[in-house]
């Protein structure tokens, strides 16, 4: 059975960290693109980053320089370091696993369950 599992999510505070995982079973992460995604009630669920087979790395502009998306392909499982987290950051994060460099949601073929993450003092 394929299956994505996120854990990591919880409360924190504004300048905290937080660091996502994305465990998967029932397939090998090395061959796909994994991206993590982020949705808060009443929006579209938006691309954070993603990293490929050959670990090129996306990461969206609110992102960059606070969040790295890492993969430890022994633990067939994918990583997001989350840094100096913002109240903006406040949101369910998903990971997906698909095969194209996209931050497309509707091009990922797998989907985890979710965490939330809560950034709030």
């Known amino acids: 059975q394929v299956q994505l599992v996120e854990s990591g999510g919880g409360l924190v505070q504004p300048g905290g960290s937080l660091r996502l995982s994305c465990a998967a079973s029932?397939?090998?992460?090395?061959?796909?693109?994994i991206g993590w995604f982020r949705q808060v009630p009443g929006k579209e669920r938006e691309g954070v980053s993603l990293i490929s087979s050959d670990v090129s790395t996306y990461y969206t502009d609110s992102v960059k320089g606070r969040f790295t998306i890492s993969r430890d392909n022994a633990k067939n499982t994918v990583y997001l370091q989350m840094n100096s987290l913002k109240p903006e950051d406040t949101a369910v994060y998903y990971c997906?696993?698909?095969?194209?460099?996209?931050?497309?949601?509707?091009?990922?073929?797998?989907w985890g369950q979710g965490t939330q993450v809560t950034v709030s003092s």
């Open positions: 029932g397939f090998t992460l090395d061959y796909y693109v």
């Open positions: 997906a696993a698909g095969d194209q460099k996209t931050m497309l949601p509707r091009l990922y073929d797998y």
